[in-house]
C-alpha cells in the first residue's frame, strides 16, 4: 500500500475511522532525518533541527527535496493514523530512531512534538542489538502504551576494531553504522 497516494490513504484513513483495525504499529522512513546525514563519512544533510529546516534545507538537490517532502509526508500521514486510533481509544504504537537534540528527527517535527506533549504518548527506547542486529541502532516506540522487552542499553562486551576510514583501533561494542 503506497501511503503517499492520495486516494489510498484515504481509504485506509477511512477503513481505520471505520474500526476495522485493532492496532497500529507504523514505522514511517527515517532516512532523511538519520543522524549519520552531514557527517564527513555519510550522506549529505538533508534537514536541520528547528523550523523551518526540519522540513529540509534550502538548495537542496531536486532528488534531495522530493525524499524530505516524501520522509515528511508519510511522518504526517503517520501521525494521522495515530491520531484516528487514539480517537477510537484503539492502542497504536509508532517506531523511529532515537531523539537527539542535535540532529533532524521524526520526534522533532513541531506536529509529533505537539501530540506526544499534548496526548501524554508513552515512549520506551531500545537498542536493536540486543534482538541481534549487528548495530546498536537507538530506537523509540512512541504510542498509547509501554512496550514490554527490550533492552535499554546495549550489553555486548567491548573490542578492539580497526574503524574506516580513519584507520585506527578504536574500542568498541559493534561497527559504526555509518556508511552502511
Known sequence: LDLADDV?????LQKVRDGHYDLLLAS????????VRGRPEGPPLLRGVGVPDIYGLRHLRPKDAEAVRLGTLLALRTLELARAFKALGRPWVVENPVEDVCA????????????????GCCSTDIVQCAFGVDYEKRTTFKGSFVLDGGSRE??????QMKIRPYGKVFRVRHPPLVGK
Open 8 to 12: 489510498l490513504f484515504a481509504q485506509l
Open 28 to 35: 514511517p522512513p527515517c532516512s532523511t532525518f538519520s543522524k
Open 154 to 159: 546495549c550489553q555486548h562486551p567491548y573490542r
Open 104 to 119: 533532524p528527527s521524526l520526534w522533532g517535527l513541531p506536529e509529533w512534538a505537539e501530540f506526544a506533549t499534548e496526548h
